[in-house]
């Protein structure tokens, strides 16, 4: 194999790939954003010397989140079948990932929502409690909008990993271009495909990432 | 206007129980600026936040206009709050906001006032500051002294009937210090304000309070007028507040090798004496030399006063007669 024959590859299957990558990054992202926030919101105010401290409410959730960031996502796929079945009707398919994927990433991204919570001085919510803020009030105007940078590079760095997933998802058909690589170009040995989807892949991480850290900038005012 | 009655408070700190507040009992009056100096892990912070209960006492009352706070649910807290301003070391202003709209804030909270009634209200406290050039950078761009301005508009905003101050100062350059303080006065002058501080600068009490309380491993150990407490200290923690401070007399190693000569008084100068020509008017009267060995004059808040240590060789009983009839407090030290 001398030099790689680019008429081999079938440009409208790479294209549907790809929106199917889009796709399911974008719902999914959506879903764990959704799921995620409250979750990593209710870790950091149940965490200790936060405002609902509470040390047995924090150990079970922080078990739960743990013990569903510990499992890899190829497994977390499969253990999660009969769930998404009754969620969205199948389990395979772009929507067929779907469920799996905010399940593996929505921990993960409430892990991150945490720690951004705690860079926010706390000199700041001492502040508005002093000035008769509510909790809901100390959330929403204070918390939120100032951990806003931390927010936004948890959720770049969050949709990178979820575009990685999706590649893994095509294990159990999930479509997109990971599964475009593994079906053409590692069990037909395509390698032009390969070659293909993995620039796409590498492109696409780097637009998140890019995107992500301008949004952060903008959103900067220290 | 407060009235803390027994205040109790312990931590738990590496095990051990910790007293941050051991019986307290304070009242300031309405309109005062009343301070409360104390080192650092004395207390006086956890003392300021039980005013607005940002810190609960373990028992005790604090009444603040004849109401027992510590009672009050959820909602009345939250209500109280936003009649107390309270102005932080660390400025604490939102990071995320303008100048405009950290001072919006509160009023935000509070929910008052229409969005047109709040932008008059911020206008208002941007002059009373002098920020209203500043009012769209955002606190990043600000001086320190700049910030503080914003957390004192901040914490006017809502018409307070008390302000509290935790270390408003500290942070600060001293000329910055100068010009915050003097913004506390005018407030404290032009609106009634009662301010609580809390401070570890003399300086600061010297310059703006009425009365200070000083408070020692959790207890108050001595309060009163500012001048009294200063100039007649009479507990330890308080001398040696003063005696490092440096500003009223008090008899150092060198001033005791050259007070061999004669009999030691420290003589006390307030108000309108501080500026009479007392010694040499009496000098002459007895007809004896009056040694200065060791003094300071100055200022508390608007009133002068001045301290001497001095010698004096003759019939001390006719000198401290002839002292006392013009106003000079005397006490005998000893060599």
């Known amino acids: ?222 | 206007m407060i009235s803390l009655h027994h205040l109790y408070k312990t931590y738990p700190v590496n095990g051990q129980a910790y007293t941050a507040l051991n019986d307290v009992s304070l009242d300031i009056a309405q309109g005062e600026i009343f301070g409360i100096i104390g080192r650092s892990g004395a207390g006086k912070s956890t003392l300021l936040r039980t005013l607005n209960l940002l810190e609960r006492p373990d028992s005790g009352q604090v009444l603040i206009a004849d109401q027992d706070v510590t009672a009050l649910d959820a909602a009345g807290l939250r209500g109280l709050r936003q009649q107390i301003g309270m102005v932080f070391q660390h400025f604490n202003l939102l990071s995320h906001r303008t100048v405009a709209g950290n001072i919006r804030f509160p009023l935000e909270l509070a929910g008052q006032l229409s969005p047109v009634e709040m932008d008059a209200r911020v206008d208002e406290l941007l002059e009373l500051v002098g920020l209203s050039q500043q009012q769209a950078q955002y606190p990043s761009q600000l001086s320190g002294g700049q910030k503080q301005r914003v957390g004192i508009a901040r914490a006017l905003a809502n018409h307070p009937k008390l302000l509290l101050c935790d270390e408003a100062t500290s942070a600060l350059d001293p000329q910055t210090t100068q010009s915050i303080l003097a913004l506390l006065r005018d407030i404290n002058s032009r609106l009634g304000l009662t301010i609580v501080l809390i401070t570890h600068e003399m300086a600061v009490v010297r310059a703006i309070c009425d009365r200070v309380a000083v408070i020692d491993h959790g207890r108050i150990v001595e309060h009163g007028p500012v001048a009294e407490v200063f100039l007649h200290p009479s507990h330890e923690a308080t001398r040696n507040m003063v005696a490092e401070d440096g500003h009223a007399a008090a008899l150092d190693h060198a001033g005791r090798l050259y007070a061999n000569i004669g009999q030691l008084l420290r003589l006390t100068f307030v108000d309108d004496a501080t500026y009479e020509p007392v010694l040499s008017e009496v000098g002459r009267e007895l007809d004896l030399p009056i040694r200065i060995l060791q003094g300071s004059v100055g200022r508390i808040k608007d009133r002068p006063y001045g301290q001497l240590i001095v010698g004096i060789d003759g019939e001390l009983p006719a000198v401290r007669a002839a002292l006392e009839a013009r106003g000079v407090r005397c006490e005998e030290v000893a060599a």
């Open chain 1, 1 to 222: 194999m001398n030099g790689f024959d680019w008429n081999l590859i079938d440009w409208a299957d790479i294209g549907t790939a790809s929106l199917d990558t889009l796709t399911m990054l974008g719902v999914s992202l959506g879903f764990t954003i959704l799921l995620g926030l409250p979750l990593g919101v209710l870790l950091f105010l149940l965490s200790p010397r936060q405002l609902l401290a509470n040390r047995a409410a924090y150990a079970t959730l922080a078990f739960v989140v743990n013990a569903l960031r510990s499992l890899p996502f190829v497994i977390l796929l499969i253990v999660l079948i009969p769930v998404t079945v009754k969620l969205v009707g199948t389990s395979i398919g772009v929507a067929g990932a779907i469920p799996p994927l905010v399940v593996g990433a929505a921990p993960f991204f409430a892990r991150l929502v945490e720690a951004a919570l705690r860079e926010v001085d706390r000199g700041v919510v001492e502040a508005s409690q002093a000035m008769g803020a509510t909790l809901w009030q100390i959330v929403g105007r204070v918390l939120l909008p100032e951990a806003l940078p931390g927010l936004l590079a948890a959720s770049t760095v969050t949709a990178v990993t979820l575009v990685s997933y999706t590649a893994m998802s095509g294990v159990i058909g999930g479509g997109g271009l990971g599964d475009l690589a593994i079906r053409y170009g590692y069990q037909r040995f395509q390698t032009e495909v390969m070659v293909v989807t993995v620039l796409a892949l590498l492109a696409l991480v780097q637009l998140l990432q890019m995107g992500g850290d301008w949004l952060v900038r903008r959103a900067t005012r220290k």
